[in-house]
């Protein structure tokens, strides 16, 4: 491949303004269950920059611009090192985005050329199996910001389906930092101190955003907007910047942000937003000695 460190140019990630420009979806979107993963799940030993459909169907160019690199899962230029996005074609927009199609079949290629023109709507290809995480026939979607060199949630860009998931905070633990945990179902009397706090992970559904407030005042925010890289790994901002081993130290637990609890009653409020602004919220009264 011509260009091939363009896409890892592109994950040297910084933060960035709130875009308002809207795309069309690559594949249909218009079922909840068309998308396998979002943007923000944990994904190996990783945060997931990507969107990764459900369906093997015709890839379509979200938008016109301007192909800057066609990707083969086995291009010569790589040596010992394929692509680990499989065959893929990186498209460059005019508002300083570039959208990337991933884990595309090689053979559906009809113009496999480095550079070529691409109009809105244009089917590039079928999705494949020639990604490195080898998943099954599924279009792997990226969005970058070139300008400001962050990943951008691909749903803030897209038409809205109407028909997001339902949120579910599901089962909410805290754990302080000497990994003492306490599950709110059943312990509402608990230390003073600073905690992390958990709900079970849902391998789909994602939210938008979580909130954490105490006694009515937001103590956090963490917002799956964007993603940034900081010292070498992928990471999502709320108080700070956090990577894959802070927001799922485990399998099993999703971070939702941190809390300080003094002595004497606190009122623990849970919010989780999706990106049409529906919530699953959760409050808990605790002792606090």
């Not at 070139?146 to 949630?153: D, L, P």
């Not at 956090?242 to 099993?252: A, E, F, N, T």
Request: charged letters at 25%.
């Amino acid at each position: 491949m011509k260009n091939t460190k363009i896409i890892f140019t592109a994950l040297a990630l910084l933060a960035m303004p709130v875009l308002l420009f809207a795309y069309d979806w690559p594949q249909p979107e218009s079922e909840t269950n068309t998308v396998k993963s979002q943007f923000g799940q944990l994904r190996g030993s990783t945060i997931s920059s990507s969107m990764i459909f459900s369906e093997k169907q015709e890839v379509k160019s979200c938008d016109k611009g301007k192909s800057i690199a066609v990707i083969s899962e086995h291009e010569d230029d790589f040596g010992w090192f394929e692509s680990p996005l499989g065959t893929a074609i990186i498209v460059e927009h005019g508002d300083k985005l570039c959208t990337v199609y991933a884990n595309l079949d090689r053979n559906t290629i009809t113009d496999y050329q480095d550079v070529f023109t691409v109009s809105a709507g244009e089917t590039l290809g079928t999705s494949g199996q020639s990604a490195w995480h080898n998943e099954g026939d599924y279009l792997e979607f990226k969005v970058f910001d070139t300008k400001s060199h962050t990943a951008v949630n691909p749903k803030i860009l897209m038409p809205k389906s109407g028909r997001e998931k339902v949120l579910d905070a599901g089962e909410i633990t805290l754990e302080d930092k000497n990994g003492n945990k306490r599950n709110l179902l059943v312990e509402r009397k608990i230390p003073s101190g600073t905690y992390f706090v958990y709900r079970k992970r849902n391998e789909i559904e994602m939210p938008f955003q979580t909130l954490i407030a105490v006694n009515g005042n937001t103590t956090e925010k963490i917002s799956y907007e964007t993603m940034t890289e900081k010292n070498g790994r992928l990471c999502i901002r709320g108080n700070s910047f956090y990577s894959s081993r802070d927001l799922y130290p485990d399998s099993v637990k999703q971070l939702l942000g941190t809390v300080q609890f003094n002595k004497g009653q606190n009122t623990l409020s849970i919010t989780m937003v999706n990106l049409l602004g529906n919530q699953a919220a959760i409050s808990y009264k605790l002792d606090i000695y």
